[in-house]
């Protein structure tokens, strides 16, 4: 048991020796993060950027002078979005999440939506947390 316990410890601590955070320009993210901010934050300053790079992936995370932290993929895609509690933009979210928000919750907001492989997280103001397949349709709340 302590054997297996021991090389558990060791490859995590390897992987998370693979694991690099560094501080970027603004002008070293993807176009697409880029395009991104500039449609839906325009009214905001980028604080920082971070690429994160791992054995799997590259992500960037962007932290927004209001505090607001932005993920995105390796190509610019949005990944997350995280108002800290406040309200965020929601001209790029889909349709259907935002008709059922709507309908369904007429007095909450939206302040942050993680895309997922599978799925969309979406938290109201309200503290209800919603799920949606990759389309849209409504899985679940989660409270």
Known sequence: MKTILFSAFIFL???????????????????????????Y???????????DKDRRK??????????????FTEKGAW???DGKGKVIPTGYILKPILDY????????SITHI???????DIDLD???????NLKGKFLRIDR
């Open 13 to 39: 601590m390897g992987f998370n020796a693979n694991a690099q955070k560094t501080p970027i320009k603004n002008s070293e993210l993807p176009a697409e993060a880029t395009a991104f901010i500039q449609t």
């Open 41 to 51: 934050f325009s009214k905001n300053t980028i604080h920082h950027a971070i690429k």
């Open 58 to 71: 590259i992500t960037f995370e962007v932290m927004l002078d209001d505090m607001t932290e932005l993920e």
């Open 79 to 81: 990944k997350e979005v």
């Open 101 to 108: 928000v709507a309908k369904n919750h007429p007095k909450a």
């Open 114 to 120: 993680d895309k997922g492989f599978n799925d969309i």
């Open 126 to 132: 309200n503290g209800i947390e919603l799920e949606f």
